[in-house]
């Protein structure tokens, strides 16, 4: 266990120093980040000066040393619109991305889960027929259409649900501003975490209908129905457990695309989180933290699969990861 | 109110009573907080500091009107209007001498005085992104408590121009700590103290500004009630509109031309549109291309290209179709150079310049700058190939734009201008004039057209105090300029705001988009 966990924080430092570089090397494409800050009337001389100043004409591997030297200190640089230390800003905006994808996640568990059970089990039932044929839908109708129409029904129309923001929050111990405890920051929660699973539910719906259904012809299945034991035993305990495993694989990989469909949702419903902050540093080109939210991101990354790996092991034991080099 | 208090309690030698009257007081104050009207507003950008000095930008100077107020600010008319310069007198041709108001304190208690204008003005010049326009003032002398005389280094038409944006600062707050930093935090980034309407009371950047009423505004003739102002900058269009339409934001700006209509058709929601000095247009990069040092080609572009058309079909007519730099309210318009096309003339010219089978040329644009600004460019590149130019079109965000436009690095290359000064001198300087890295002359000639007797027109009417010769000096470069089809005029742009209907925004918008929010009106449901 030790090992494992070692070895993936040797990987977690390797991705990272890759996408850093990767980072600084795609930097001058973005644009001039004097520019954004400055007035257009400012003469090319005076911003010229500028660059100097901020080291930016410099050759990109002056720049990473220099980069790199203050990283190993654990500074990533300081944002050129915030005027804070970059990863201060970002773990700032973790938590309204971290609840975002929370609630979206919880929703995905709640419907995806008994609806692909629902579809592997009673494949001729009109409700899992009408699911198959909306997880077809949701895999192909683009997210922020769907986030537009909610908007246009709840908000617009009903009134049921505010269209952009995260509303009142409170603040958990000191470090942690939630928008969980208040009626407010709830009702904002709702159309930004219902797109969010829009866009990952169809997927899962389709695996665990697929992944059960499979696991349902198995000898093992069959010996236990021979065997005359409780239906719902068979489907919730014997047959549901094999179905997870490929299912938290995939759920580890769509981590990817979760933190993707963050970006987006956050654009569109103005949500304050990391999606939101990363679109608006493209814009505004603000190059150190645009770099320090991909390094973070690529963290997250390895950390939720390295979690994903280990909920591995809890459900199926004879999995031992340390011998599989991971 | 408090001190009053403390009169009476002086007067009357009476606790009981004092108390009394104090308790009351607290009572009338919470009671008035209850039905304290609110401003929620979502505009596309948020100011970028505290600091007004920081960058000269639309988010800044909206900041400055709500927390500062500057001494002469423009009307809707187009005239100046007094604030914390009373009244002004031009002694000397290079000296005027301004007359400032008086019981007028900073958020801070200091008192407002001649000091702090010569403070500020001292300021601005130190502020790279301002000093450029206040390089024609050369000295600030204070004469008394309320009079201070600006002197430039010419005789200045367009001194009061400047002064809109002089928003006089607190020196005693601000001085020995007033450093003026773009890429980092400093004391005037994140603190602030003005004369303005409104108390900057909690900022988060790029996500919301809660500003209060300043309940000792020296403004009291001012018929605005709004008590507090929630803005949230919203990036997106359809989420801008979104936030008005479900009733989250009660003001916003700006509305995308297609969602115009449909706004307008919504209960409780109205629509104000301005015509702005805004002018989009297209440089013609002789350098780059031989074609266009040709007339006979840059007059057949120019003649290929249905400004009408693109006003009406992708702008749905919220903008004025341009044949000139100067919007008709600058002095510089001319009134009988009008938008032309005419396809038979321009293939005509075509074929006379020997380019009868065309060319292909590269454009750039941006998509995310000014209004539709992908649209028009798609359209005018469909517009040049009536007249066989093939056009190989590139549309990027505006930050890597402006990158490439440094570089020139297309053929043909869309801008937009507004005039800081509101005047046609403006437009000419950075537009057209011929390029000068070191004063920034011509810096977004993308044309490399150089007409050396242009550059003489701007430095005469840069002087000139006359209103009609200075007019006529400008005209003539609008001429020129028509002439010798320098450039390809689009349209000049309109400003959309949408409130709610019990909102008085009308008159409190204006060309420039810095609404005067510390006079907006809101009727009370």
Redesign the interface.
Known sequence: MLVFLLRRLVQAIFVMIIISAISFAIQN????PV????????????RAQ?RQE?GLNDSIVVQYWRFAKKAIHGDLG?S?????PVLDVIFKKLPATVELAFCAIIIVIGIATPCGILAAIKPRNIVSRLVVALSTMGLSIPIFIVA?FL??VF??KL?LA????RGQTTNVFGLWDSGLFSKDGLRHLILPSITLAFALMPIFVRLIRAEMMEVLQSDYIRFAWSKGLPTRRIYFIHALKNTMLPVITVGGIQAGTLVAYTILTE????W?GMGF?FM?A????DTPLIAAYLIVVGGIFVITNTFVDLIYGLVNPTVKLANHGL | MFISALHHLKLNHCRFFARAFLLSITTLLTCQTVSAVTLKMAFDADPVSLDPHEQLSEGTLQFSHMVFDPLVRWKQNGQIEPRLATHWKQITPTTTRFFLRKHVHFQTGNLFTAEDVAYTIRRLKRSPDFRAMFDSISSVVVINKYTVDIRSTNTNPLLLNIMTYVFPMDKVFYQGRDEIIKFGNSFASQRVSGTGPFIVQEREPGVRMVLTRNKDYWDTKSKGNVDKIILTPIKTDSTRLAALLSGDVDFIFPVSPIDIERTKNSKGIKIITLPTGRILLLHLNEKRRPEFRDVRVRRAINLAINQQLIVEKILRGYAIPAGQLSASKFLGHVDSIKPEYNLPKALELMKQAGYEKGFRVSMMAPNNRYMNDDKVAQAIAAMLGRIHITVDLKTLPKAQYFQQYDERAADIMMLGWQSDTEDSNNLFEFIIACQDAKSGLGAYNASEYCAPSINEDIKLANREMNPEKRARIMQQVEIKLHNDAAIVPLYWQYNTWAAKNNLHIESIVNDQNYPFLGDLVIDEK
Do not use: N
């Not at chain 1, 494409?29 to 001039?32: A, C, F, P, S, W």
């Not at chain 1, 654009?267 to 103005?270: G, L």
């Not at chain 1, 493209?282 to 080109?285: C, G, I, L, P």
């Open positions: 494409k973005l644009g001039d520019q954004q800050h400055m007035s257009m009337t400012v003469s090319p001389t005076e500028l901020l300081t050129y619109y915030y005027k804070e537009i908007v246009y908000s617009i009134h505010p269209s952009f923001g654009s569109i419903f103005q304050p902050l608006d493209v814009s505004r080109v």
